[in-house]
């Protein structure tokens, strides 16, 4: 429950969209299992599928089959991605009103991901954002590989901003920021975000973080400080682009909420709530979940029970 008298900051789900687009395909049951667990945390916002080409993604082939179910967590608000305006008709369609759109800031990302240029993939965020609002939803353009580029490297921060703004000009509600391969460190967080409030003014702004190279909370950190109130991450550190060579898990949900909450600023989130839904995802995915918390959560656990064991 959030506390309104203390800070608080909004955090997404994004664990059964970019946690599991990496994965073998899980089926529609395990997804719903998922969902049961990560409703329960407290988490008010959840992305919860992608509307894009199964050819591409086969983990979302049953985008329209998962969509139908969501009428049964009333109190989360859902959303899916979208990379077309065709995914975005056959999210609304499906009842998911709340659209993320992929733009990437690079023309070689770009390609890889979606088949397009950056300006051909901006020229669509007015025809899906019209797609949204007359569904009665919300349109948010996150900006990937915003700092950094797997094909063409350094991304200037006047080049994201600009995209930023033209995006907004478009119709989007909001802005998301990705670390797409998880490079960017807090400076180069708060640099963006500087150049960012001078080009669009007063537009919401998320972040969209990979712990690539472990920096991921420490960036994270630093857009709170320069106002970011708006996160994604994903239960158990999971995800990555598959059309971002060397993209590894998000940020974990359960490492962010601790560190909010243990410095005094409310996510909502309980975090026993988010390691009890790790460990379904664990059993889901079949391997280990690159959390630390987690590990230590677990490592905790067993050492509880040998000590139990020896005083037996
Ligand atoms: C945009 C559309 C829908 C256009 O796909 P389309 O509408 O089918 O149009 P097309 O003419 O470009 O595609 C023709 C054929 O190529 C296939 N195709 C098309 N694209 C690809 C691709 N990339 N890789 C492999 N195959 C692809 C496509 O599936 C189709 O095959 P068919 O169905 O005829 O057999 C499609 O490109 C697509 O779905 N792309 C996938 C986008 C995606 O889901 N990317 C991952 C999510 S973005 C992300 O993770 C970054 C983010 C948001 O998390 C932020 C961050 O981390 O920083």
């Known amino acids: 429950m959030t506390d309104t008298a203390r800070p608080h900051l909004e955090i997404r789900e994004v664990g059964l969209r970019d946690g599991l687009q990496l994965e073998d395909p899980v089926p529609l049951a395990a997804k719903l299992a998922l969902l049961d667990a ?6 008010r916002e959840i992305e919860a599928t992608s509307f894009v080409s199964p050819t591409a993604v086969p983990a979302f082939a049953d985008a329209e089959e998962l969509a139908a179910h969501l009428h049964r967590w009333p109190d989360i608000t859902f959303s899916a991605l979208v990379a077309s305006p065709n995914g ?7 009842n ?5 759109y992929v733009v990437s800031a690079t023309d070689a990302h770009s390609a890889a991901n979606v088949r397009r240029t950056t300006e051909e993939a901006l020229t669509a965020v007015s025809v899906i954002a019209d797609l949204a609002h007359g569904a009665g939803g919300t349109a948010e353009v996150i900006i990937a590989v915003a700092w950094d580029c797997p094909f063409s490297g350094r991304v200037d921060a006047d080049h994201t901003a600009e995209i930023a703004r033209r995006a907004v000009e478009a119709g989007a509600d909001r802005i998301s920021f990705g670390d797409t391969i998880g490079t960017v460190v807090p400076g180069r967080m708060t640099q963006l975000l500087d ?8 537009v919401e702004l998320g972040v969209h973080l990979h712990n690539t190279r472990g920096i991921g909370l420490a960036s994270a ?17 999971l995800g990555g682009c598959p059309f971002a060579p060397g993209a590894t898990g998000n940020i974990a949900t359960e490492e962010l909420a601790y560190m909010f909450d243990e410095s005094g600023v409310d996510t909502g989130v309980g975090i026993d709530a988010v390691l ?11 391997h280990d979940l690159s959390s630390n918390l987690f590990r230590a959560h ?15």
């Open 96 to 100: 998911v009103v709340n659209l993320e």
């Open 276 to 286: 009890d839904a790790v460990a379904v995802l664990r059993d889901v995915v079949g």
């Open 38 to 43: 990560i409703a329960v945390t407290g988490v």
């Open 88 to 94: 975005a008709r056959r999210a609304v369609t499906s």
């Open 195 to 202: 150049v960012v409030g001078a080009v669009a003014p007063g």
């Open 298 to 312: 677990v490592a905790g656990a067993e050492r509880v029970a040998a000590r139990g064991r020896a005083q037996r």
């Open 221 to 237: 950190w630093a857009a709170y400080q320069a106002g970011v109130t708006r996160f994604d991450a994903s239960f158990g550190g």
